[in-house]
């Protein structure tokens, strides 16, 4: 089932025809309406604030699971990352992936996702230094995360340390390449230790402000939520469940993406991304994306890895990813064993 969930998700369905999506309905959707309605923690009509004491033990405005309040170094989960491109990741299935996996198993505090994707952000106010990356699945949010230190096929997964100094909770920082993984389950063995990777190169994260207590970037959208809803988000986030304090740009390269194989579907991450398996895809197992005589990948993108541009008759061979993002406060632990 959570495969099957996946397949759907991803859109794959979707490119694949009617036929293909007809599991990908409302069978999930009811599943996690019907375990929202008997845990949300919803206020009064017309507020979602959570009012049970796991969500409120620390004061903050984005439902932050540790207190950061005077801490020089301080860790933050991003509590959302809206994809603005490129537009397959952006919309339907592919947005529901990223919304459910950032979005912490908490259902108590009207969160309802399954927690499997997390990309922390750890500050050391002291250096000016800024610690990025994934982290392992965990089953319980409030206990702590560590980043993610191991290996995916070839791709190295490791936080990577950034320039980013606070100036009044302002900040920006970049990186050169960074590897962050999505895993699909919280459990143990092959299903924690299969991630799909996304492998991004020059990473920005700007626009960003981090709150006067260090707990968020951000806020939780109480307001804009509907407790008849459950106060969870729209089904594409609309209304959001937070409101974004931060921007992220980055690309990532066909090569790259065509090495990235979505388990339980067997497509290619770059296959995907062409919107049309029939036509980017060579139909193999796994399905990567149907190359040249040259060798070279038949797709093109729209933006090019060797001026970090918009793509040209010459150079098409990666994407422009886009998005936005809040963050709340998490015990960090470190880096995890390998």
């Not at 969160?111 to 699945?137: C, H, I, Q, V």
Request: hydrophobic content about 40%.
């Amino acid at each position: 089932m959570r495969f099957l969930k996946w397949f759907c998700v991803l859109g794959v369905s979707a490119l694949m025809g009617s036929a293909a999506g007809a599991g990908c309905g409302g069978d999930d959707a009811g599943e996690t309406s019907s375990s929202s309605a008997g845990g949300t923690g919803g206020g009064a009509p017309g507020d979602c604030t959570p009012k049970n004491p796991v969500c409120t033990a620390v004061a903050s405005d984005c439902i932050a699971v540790h207190d950061n309040q005077g801490a020089t170094k301080f860790g933050l989960r991003m509590a959302q990352l809206t994809v603005t491109k490129p537009d397959v990741l952006a919309v339907g299935y592919i947005a529901r992936l990223v919304a459910e996996g950032l979005t912490m198993n908490l259902p108590v505090c009207n969160l309802n996702g399954t927690g499997t994707f997390s990309w922390l952000l750890e500050f050391d106010t002291a250096t000016g230094k800024l610690r990025t990356g994934g982290a392992m699945p965990t089953s319980d949010p409030l206990a702590g995360y560590c980043f993610a230190n191991m290996s995916a096929g070839e791709f190295e997964i490791a936080p990577k340390e950034l320039d980013a100094p606070l100036t009044d909770g302002a900040w920006s920082g970049a990186a050169d390449i960074l590897n962050v993984p999505i895993f699909l389950d919280t459990g143990a063995g092959d299903a924690a230790a299969e991630p799909i990777v996304l492998p991004m190169h020059e990473v920005q994260l700007t626009d960003a402000k981090v709150s006067a207590d260090n707990n968020c970037i951000g806020r939780y959208n109480r307001e804009g939520l509907d407790p008849t809803e459950a106060c969870l988000p729209g089904p594409d986030g609309d209304p959001p469940a937070f409101i974004n304090g931060g921007k992220l740009t980055a690309f990532i390269t066909l090569e790259e993406v065509d090495r990235v194989i979505i388990p339980g579907i067997e497509q290619s991450l770059c296959v995907v991304l062409s919107g049309d398996i029939g036509e980017y895809g060579t139909g193999e197992t796994p399905n990567t994306c149907k190359r040249d005589e040259s060798g070279k990948i038949v797709l093109k993108g729209d933006w090019c890895s060797a001026t970090n541009s918009a793509a040209t008759d010459d150079c098409a061979d990666a994407y422009a990813l886009g998005g936005e993002y809040a963050a709340s406060a998490v015990k960090i632990t470190g880096l995890c064993p390998q």
